[in-house]
């Protein structure tokens, strides 16, 4: 896959090398002088659907996301203390919609630049699409999304000594990284930002402190029409997305 070069290296395609583990599972990493360092991890498809759906109610397009601001304007949930530290997006292009939707794929490469063209930049990392067999054809699905978030999630237990983990996803699948971290990392305040629709019972009954995010704060979290890149040019707002 090509790279823009309005890409900034915040933009990857695969984690990078391992932090070691903690010694007795408790991390000793960088310690943040009086505040908590906040990570937000987003999971790119699931709060996809939750901006699709959204939208029908809000009568206005909403995938134009701001994920900083968004990430900013629920900083009072977590305490004064909390300090935004890195932004994660996990996604995937779809290169196998290039001959049918190429549209599509456009807009997904337009918004990436986007989110990391922005200040605090965000990590992007990308899974892929594997196509699987059915009687009546072919399906696409999404692949390595959700490994990627549960790495970065423990690598924020080990690198920082009292961060707060936020991963942007209802998806029960998380259920085990969950319960792992909350058992074994006491000093990890790890929450789920429910993207709008998307809630799941069980992760918020073992992160209590999760909350939702509403088709509201989406709305009032949205990137300018046009964007201007480090490199001078101007980034504009899919047509489709106005």
């Known amino acids: 896959m090509e790279q823009s070069p309005d890409i900034p290296p915040g933009y990857m395609t695969a984690s990078r090398r391992s932090l070691p583990a903690p010694r007795r599972l408790r991390p000793a990493g960088i310690c943040f002088e009086g505040v ?15 901006l699709r ?20 304007n629920h900083q009072y949930i977590l305490g004064a203390d909390a300090e935004l530290a890195e932004l994660h997006y996990f ?11 190429p549209e599509t794929l456009e807009r997904h490469r337009i918004y990436l630049r986007a989110i990391t063209a922005n200040v ?11 196509p699987r067999r059915l009687s009546e054809g072919k399906l696409w699905e999404e692949k390595g999304t959700d ?5 970065q999630a423990m690598r924020a237990c080990a690198k920082y000594d009292r961060p707060i983990v936020i991963i942007v996803s209802g998806d029960s699948d998380f259920v085990p990284l969950a319960t792992f971290i909350k058992e074994s990392y006491h000093r990890v305040d790890l929450r789920f ?13 073992i992160c209590p402190g999760s909350f939702t995010l509403s088709s509201e704060s989406y709305g009032r979290s949205q990137f300018p029409e046009s964007l201007r890149l480090p490199s001078g040019k ?7 997305w106005r």
């Not at 996604?91 to 939707?101: F, N, R, S, Y």
């Not at 930002?193 to 019972?201: D, E, I, K, L, M």
């Not at 980034?235 to 489709?240: D, I, K, R, V």
């Open 193 to 205: 930002a429910f993207p709008a629709n998307r809630a799941s019972r069980k992760l918020r009954q």
């Open 36 to 50: 908590r360092p906040t990570l937000w991890l987003f999971d790119g498809f699931n709060l996809y659907h939750s």
């Open 91 to 101: 996604t995937a292009l779809p290169h196998h919609l290039q001959e049918i939707a």
């Open 147 to 151: 490994m990627a978030i549960a790495t």
């Open 234 to 240: 101007l980034l504009t707002c899919p047509a489709s």
């Open 53 to 72: 759906q959204s939208e029908a109610g809000a009568g206005r397009k909403l995938r134009w996301l701001d994920l900083a601001d968004l990430a900013r």
């Open 120 to 130: 605090p930049r965000c990590q992007v990392h990308l899974g892929h699409f594997q």
